[in-house]
């Protein structure tokens, strides 16, 4: 395994640089996976559980496990700062890195998957944007090399009506319900199914775009508060726009039991910033929360031998579990992979190959130690989201806690949607869908 972890400073002089966050070689008999991480920049609070997760999921497994089934992982961080034309060139800098090339790239940039798609599709490395990016890249007639399981935007937004009607009796007709934004494209992916559901459900819909960072909201809540007045209050929101919003929402007098975020918006560092004023705020999550599912074991006892690689305050955060369960999906999509092309290092074509056969089923998440983090989902050619869920989680002041089971989304709407805009995709790029029969 290689891997060197560089202090923030250090890294902070290799960004400016231009250059990668380790340098040390690649051996020949090692899986290479390319970080794209941003451990400094604006989105730094959340980029860093979400590399520490990574980071301490691979080196378990090639501690505790002797790497896949005997293959050890390698792998480099390269610093993004959140930045496309940054993940850009980390990705071009580390995709022939190792004896294979990169064999699967993992942006966590709604920008930066953009960015990759057509270039990682070129090259026949897979791009895992689990829960974000391109929701209609769930459509693999049409992005055979991009993955979105265990669930899109689309999908969230519909989890988040389902949720919110339920709450209210079982019906939205004659509700006001506001969307808070992102003023970027992952704060846009939501509004096309919000519009439709609301048609179909019978609420009044409202949007409200905030310019990054995010900083200034006050007249966004003004409005809402005083002069909307909704019902529910959805949020896809990223960094310190999620707190400004919250202590906006307070200050207005909005109650945060009505007020629920995208998973993107539900993590320890966007609500602590907020204090008191957070209390009773909810978010989805697509990963379970804490520390009690049986990997946390093996962790601790990792990190008590001196070998893991995280900061151990983020052990158990939103954001640190849910870069767990991203590895433990492309560590079993390659071990599909091995079993047909053999315990060698991978191509990423062969890679995905391992991920359009990736039945991740309840056995198989009890025996990785990963029960209660994640829900089953199936891959197939032709679906690349795999049928997973989300759940509700709440804020109670020091910690997240999940106030319902996985919800599924109602994809008997989303697929047609997904195929709608994936074939407007086609057309415009001069594409012609692969057959999945």
Not at 65 to 89: F, P
Request: proline share 5%; hydrophobic share 40%.
């Amino acid at each position: 395994m290689m891997f060197r972890k560089l202090g923030l400073a250090a890294v902070a002089a290799a960004t400016l640089a231009g250059s990668v966050a380790a340098t040390a070689p690649v051996a020949a008999q090692e899986q290479f996976v390319p970080l794209l991480v941003y451990r400094t920049g604006p989105y730094a609070p959340n980029g860093i559980p979400l590399a520490d997760g990574f980071n301490d999921y691979m080196q378990l497994v090639n501690l505790r496990d002797g790497g896949i089934d005997g293959m050890k992982y390698a792998w480099e961080e390269c610093e993004t700062q959140y930045n496309n034309d940054r993940g850009v060139e980390c990705y071009e800098r580390l995709k022939g890195k190792g004896a294979t090339g990169a064999s699967i790239v993992n942006p966590y940039s709604t920008g930066i998957t953009y960015a990759l798609i057509e270039r990682a599709t070129n090259d026949k490395v897979p791009v895992l944007s689990m829960g974000y990016g391109r929701a209609d890249a769930s459509d693999g007639t049409v992005f055979p090399y991009v993955f979105t399981m265990p669930i899109t935007y689309w999908a969230g937004a519909d989890v988040m009506v389902q949720y919110a009607k339920k709450e209210s009796g079982g019906s939205l007709e004659g509700k006001k319900i506001a969307l808070v934004y992102h003023d970027s494209a992952y704060g846009k992916e939501p509004i096309a199914t919000l519009e439709r559901l609301s048609k179909e459900e019978g609420f009044q819909f409202s949007s409200y775009p905030v310019a990054h960072p995010g900083l200034e909201q006050k007249a966004t809540w003004l409005q809402i508060g005083r002069q909307l007045r909704p019902d529910w209050v959805f949020m896809w929101g990223w960094g310190v726009m999620n707190s400004t919003a919250i202590k906006e929402a307070a200050s207005v007098g909005f109650p945060m039991e009505k007020f629920i975020g995208i998973w993107w918006s539900g993590a320890e560092a966007d609500v602590t910033p907020a204090g008191d004023s957070a209390k009773g705020y909810k978010s989805l999550n697509i990963t379970g929360v804490g520390t009690e599912a049986p990997i946390f074991r093996d962790i601790e006892k990792m990190h008590a031998d001196g070998k893991g690689l995280a900061d151990k305050a983020n052990i158990g955060t939103v954001l640190y579990n849910r870069a767990l369960v991203n590895a433990f999906y492309y560590t079993e999509a390659i071990r599909v992979a091995q079993g047909e092309f053999g315990t060698k290092p991978l191509t990423g074509e062969q890679i995905q190959w391992g991920f359009e056969r990736l039945d991740v089923t309840q056995e198989m998440i009890d025996n990785a130690g990963m029960t209660g983090l994640l829900s089953p989902v199936k891959i197939t050619c032709a679906d690349h989201e795999g049928g997973g869920s989300a759940v509700v989680q709440q804020w109670d002041g020091s910690k997240w806690s999940a106030i319902t089971d996985f919800i599924a989304p109602r994809r008997d709407a989303l697929r047609p949607a997904y195929e709608e805009s994936a074939a407007q995709y086609a057309k415009e790029k001069g594409l012609t869908p692969r057959s999945c029969n």
